[in-house]
């Protein structure tokens, strides 16, 4: 016995027989509970007078409100879902009509729309379909009306979209037009124009829409038989259409571009859909940045990557030397213009654009124009065209000759380099002077003990020939001692060029050599008055004066609030303080003086400091300095009369004023001569760049200025003073580094242990010694060393050493 199904039927109503897979009747399965689990609204009906509902499913509940009590018979039924009586007549008459035809022909008609009020009163248009299953009728309803409201929603933004469409053709700033082209025309005719592309043309609409010559007719008489033929080659081929010519219309001549792209219609014509701006402006400014471009030495440039050719301007050709048709080149061939010592990098930054890892680039090099003539370019290229995959097609861009920029700079970078070498080598002979003058101080003191004590001992002596001759001897020893000591003692200052120098350029000069660190650190800047000052001085005196005042203003502040420092020039006839200077001399009535102060906002100095800061060899800094620094500003400012005023107080910051004697202003015919910078020895800002240089010496004054040197030219320097703090930092990372650069005698490890130490790693690390004493090395170059330079050093032939020993050993300074 197979199983058997169980469900509840309405009330007095018998399970209706359902037809099985095979086809035959299965009396076991109940209709009513399938009818209720389905989800689309479903009623089912009886035949006959009173035509009595028998059942409705949840779903029908649910999408319209009614259940089976609400609606007993179709009659009741069609009285609330219709309560349209004309509307409900109609409907039920053809309900009834469908049904019968249904039974005469067994003919299944299409479900029919209606529009149906729910229980809440709210009406549904809804599509309802029927079947009979012996004398009931089994009624489906499907909602239509949320689909109804997205067709509206639709057909309202259609209509939208249109209006807006309207409205932007009519009022963009671009004229919108529409050609066709008929089977067998020739040229095409304006079929819709819009009113700014009437008005840009001068034109009616009845001008328009007739014989497009008189569209034509517009275009400037010189461009117009061009602009006739790009449209015939167009209208013959079904191309899209792209052009540009002057119009003359409303009293001026101006530049326009049409654009349109076509699409064939089912007759066999041909349509151009396009647009017509007003290019004037750009145009106009095309024009400017030609006459930039002359003014520049510049030129506009293309690189056709995938054809392996760089296009040029017309500027380009009188540019380079050569004749105007010779516009274009292979890329390999343009390369071999480029500078040897720059073709790495500009490969390096070319391939790099075309496999589009970088967007755009900004580049410095030499170029070779004719024969062996090399200038400096400054290149802004990016990425102009793409293919589908988004790669780059081509390159664009603009190169600007810079060769007088270069040269100025490299002469700005050999002066700066001059001044550190003056400024070192100054420093370093006014701390041999004032130490010396302490060793001779010291020495007279004890010289004087030991000849008094000669001169007692000649006394007790008198008669004894052989204790008198032992004392003469140690007489003329002190007297010989007297002598040197008072050489030593007065040893001086030897006497420097003066000239009448521009206050404010020797101000921010002195800044410079402060390093960039310091100064970002301490936001450092120059403030000057309108008319900077000239002064009677010699570059290297005021630097010296200008660092160690600048260095102590920064060293003012704490490691949570560092000290900023401003350095302002003072108006011409500004007033000294009416108090003695605290170091200097004051300045002499009628004498006139230049003026600048230099600020800190740091903790201020006490009254004890400030009564004994220009000794030598008093420091507040414990081991990080040795107290020469304002004793050596004090020299300075006394040997040219200048003067020095401290104001300061606790937390309040310091003011160091400073008066110097101005000088006249000279003739216009009696400028300095411009010293001429040759580019062969020039370090480009771009020499070292991406090399990671140590740089180690125990004097810490020392190797921060030849990481400074080192800096300019791009590379990233390091500074320490300490040798086995750089044998930790090598170990760690020899990989990072590019290069040593390290001192020769230094205390707990001298250069050359640091340098075999290097060479030990893997990679082992090139060395650059930068000694005062190359003499101590021996008849050899020790082999540790991969070049040897003499301090003092330039810039430049630092950067250029650091930069070829990074790659190769053994380099001897000559």
């Known amino acids: 016995m197979k199983d058997q199904v169980v469900t509840q039927s309405p009330s007095g109503q018998t399970p209706l027989p359902v037809a099985n897979p095979e086809g035959s009747i299965d009396q076991d399965v109940d209709i009513w509970a399938l009818l209720g689990a389905l989800p689309v609204p479903m009623v089912v009906h009886e035949l006959g007078e009173g035509a009595r509902a028998r059942f409705v499913n949840p779903s029908f509940t649910a999408a ?123 040229l095409a005719e304006f079929a819709f124009v819009s009113k700014h592309f009437l008005h840009m043309l001068e034109l009616t609409p009845e001008e328009a829409a007739g014989d497009p010559m008189t569209v034509f007719s517009r275009v400037h008489p010189e461009d117009r038989p061009h602009w006739l033929k790009i449209n015939a080659e167009a209208f013959a081929r079904r191309q899209p259409f792209s052009g540009e010519a002057r119009i003359v ?229 002190v007297d010989m001692a007297r002598d040197l000591i008072a050489r030593l003692d007065g040893l001086i200052r030897p006497e420097l060029p003066r000239e009448a120098q521009d206050l404010g350029k020797l101000l921010r000069n002195a ?87 230099i600020n800190d906002t740091g903790t201020g100095i006490s009254d004890e400091v400030r009564s004994r800061m220009f000794w030598a060899n008093f420091s507040t800094k414990g081991k990080a300095g040795i107290g020469l620094g304002l004793p050596i500003v004090s020299t300075v400012l006394q040997t040219n009369r200048a003067a020095l005023w401290v104001d300061s107080s606790p937390s309040r910051g310091t003011t160091m004023t400073v008066a110097w004697p101005a000088a006249a202003r000279p003739d216009a015919g009696q400028g300095a001569q411009n010293k001429t910078a040759q580019l062969a020895a020039f370090a480009p800002a771009e020499l070292l760049r991406g090399l990671h240089i140590l740089v180690v010496d125990d004097l810490a004054d020392v190797a921060e200025v030849l990481a400074e ?45 640091l340098a075999r130490h290097a060479g030990t790693l893997s990679p082992p690390v090139p060395v650059v010694l930068v000694t005062a004493r190359p003499d101590t090395l021996g008849d050899t170059v020790a082999s540790e060393f991969a070049a040897v330079l003499s301090k003092p050093v330039t810039a430049t032939r630092l950067a250029r050493t650091v930069r070829y020993a990074s790659a190769r050993r053994n380099i001897v300074d000559g």
């Open 249 to 477: 219309a409303n009293d001026e001549t101006r530049w326009i571009r049409a654009e349109s792209v076509p699409r064939e219609l089912d007759d066999g014509s041909v349509i151009w859909e396009g647009i017509l701006v007003d290019i004037d402006d750009l145009k106009r400014t095309e024009q400017k940045l030609i006459t930039v471009l002359e003014a520049a030495r510049g030129y506009t440039w293309r690189r056709d990557i995938i054809a392996r050719r760089s296009e040029f301007d017309l500027h380009w050709a009188a540019f380079a030397g050569h004749r105007p048709s010779e516009r274009d080149m292979p890329s390999d061939e343009w390369f071999l213009t480029v500078h040897p010592e720059d073709m790495a990098q500009v490969r390096a930054a070319v391939a790099a654009l075309e496999a589009g890892a970088v967007e755009q680039q900004i580049l410095t090099y030499r170029r070779r124009l004719r024969g062996e003539e090399w200038i400096w370019l400054q290149v802004h290229a990016g990425v102009s065209a793409r293919d589908a995959d988004g790669a780059p097609t081509a390159l664009s861009g603009v190169s600007f000759d810079i060769t007088a920029e270069m040269t100025a700079r490299a002469q700005a970078q050999e002066e700066q380099a001059q001044l550190r070498e003056e400024l070192q080598r100054a420093q370093q002979r006014d701390t041999v002077v004032q130490v010396a003058g302490g060793v001779a101080h010291d020495l007279n003191n004890l010289i004087a003990v030991v000849a008094g004590t000669v001169e007692m001992l000649e006394l007790q002596a008198a008669g004894q020939a052989g204790l008198l001759s032992g004392l003469e001897r140690i007489r003329r020893a």
């Open 709 to 753: 040197m080192l800096e300019a030219a791009g590379a990233v320097a390091v500074a320490i003073s300490d040798p086995e703090e750089a044998v930790e930092m090598l170990s760690d990372a020899p990989g990072f580094w590019s290069a040593l650069v390290t001192d020769l005698h230094m205390e707990g490890m001298d250069g050359r242990t």
């Open 64 to 186: 319209f409100g009614y259940t089976l009590a609400d609606v007993p018979s179709v009659t009741a039924w069609a009285e609330q879902a219709y309560p349209d009586p004309d509307y409900s007549h109609k409907v039920i008459a053809r309900w009834w009509e469908q049904i019968a035809m249904r039974q005469a022909t067994g003919m299944i008609a299409p479900p029919v729309e209606y529009q149906i009020f729910d229980k809440a009163g709210r009406p549904h248009d809804v599509l309802v379909g029927f079947a009979l299953q012996g004398d009931l009728v089994i009624v489906t309803f499907q909602d239509l009306t949320p689909t109804r409201v997205a067709e509206a929603a639709l057909e309202a933004e259609r209509h939208e979209n249109e209006k807006t469409a309207f409205v932007l053709t009519e009022n963009m700033p671009a004229g919108a037009y529409t050609m066709v082209l008929r089977p067998g025309a020739e």
């Open 511 to 597: 800044v410079d050599l402060l390093g960039q660190r310091r100064i970002a650190q301490h936001n450092v800047r120059v403030e000057l008055s309108k008319a900077g000052p000239l002064v009677w001085a010699n570059p290297t005196e005021v630097a010296q004066v200008v660092v160690n005042l600048a260095i102590n203003a920064c060293d003012s502040g704490t490691p949570d609030r560092p000290a900023t420092v401003t350095l302002h020039t003072l108006p011409p006839g500004t007033s000294p303080p009416p108090r003695p200077p605290d170091a200097g001399f004051p300045p002499p009535a009628g004498v006139p003086m230049a003026f600048f102060t």
